[in-house]
């Protein structure tokens, strides 16, 4: 192989490689998406909320401290 040959090899490997990864990501931003879309619609079941969230069961427990007075404020 020459020189040239060489570097036109590197060359398609690379780009396979390239459209690999674009691939990839397209397809992992796609279900982060989705699963971004999926986790925000349940949690307006009010049921599924203690499950997917663990403010909501914290919800309603007021904080006594003597030293933090700004959080009445």
Known sequence: MDEKEKIRQYLLLF???NMQAGKFTKILLIFLIAALIFFQAALHIRPLRPFISPVDRLDGIPV???NVK???D
Do not use: F, H, N, S
Request: neutral net charge; aromatic residues 12%; glycine residues 0%.
């Open 15 to 17: 780009d396979r490689l």
């Open 64 to 66: 006594k401290e003597r």
């Open 70 to 72: 700004d959080w009445q």
